[in-house]
Nanobody
Framework: QVQLVESGGGSAQAGGSARLSCTAS????????MGWYRQAPGKQRELVAT???????NYADSLKGRFTISRDNAQRTVYLQMNGLKPEDTAVYYC?????????????????WGQGTLVTVSS
C-alpha cells in the first residue's frame, strides 16, 4: 500500500508564505493525478489544486494567483506553495494521490489520502 506523508504545516502570519510537501512511499502503484484539499473548521473539505503526472495544474478559482502546485515525479512528491496567506486559509490541508496498477491478472485504481497537516494563519 502507498502511504502519503505530508509536511510543512504550522503557523504563519497573514501575508506570509508556507510550503507544504507530500511524499508517496514506494510501491507497485503508479501515481497519476495528485492534489491538495483543505478542510476549515466547521466546513466541508474543498479542492485547493490538482496536478497531472504531466504537470498540468488546476486550481480552485478563489486561490488562483496565490497558491502554486508542483510535483517531482522522481521523488513521488507534490508541493503546495502558498503565498499571501489569509486567516481564512486556516485549515487542515490534505494530500491526495490517484493510484493505478495493472498487470496481466488485474487492474486496480484507487485514491489515497494523507493524514492532513494543519495550517494556521493569524492576523
Amino acid at each position: 500500500q502507498v502511504q502519503l506523508v505530508e509536511s510543512g504545516g504550522g503557523s504563519a502570519q497573514a501575508g506570509g508564505s508556507a510550503r507544504l510537501s507530500c511524499t508517496a512511499s514506494e510501491s507497485i502503484f503508479t501515481i497519476n493525478d495528485m492534489g491538495w484539499y483543505r478542510q476549515a473548521p466547521g466546513k466541508q473539505r474543498e479542492l485547493v489544486a490538482t496536478i497531472t503526472s504531466g504537470g498540468l495544474a488546476n486550481y480552485a478559482d478563489s486561490l488562483k494567483g496565490r497558491f502554486t502546485i508542483s510535483r517531482d515525479n522522481a521523488q513521488r512528491t507534490v508541493y503546495l506553495q502558498m503565498n499571501g496567506l489569509k486567516p481564512e486559509d486556516t485549515a487542515v490541508y490534505y494530500c491526495k494521490a490517484a493510484l493505478y496498477f495493472k498487470n496481466k491478472y488485474e487492474e486496480l485504481s484507487m485514491d489515497k489520502w494523507g493524514q492532513g497537516t494543519l495550517v494556521t494563519v493569524s492576523s
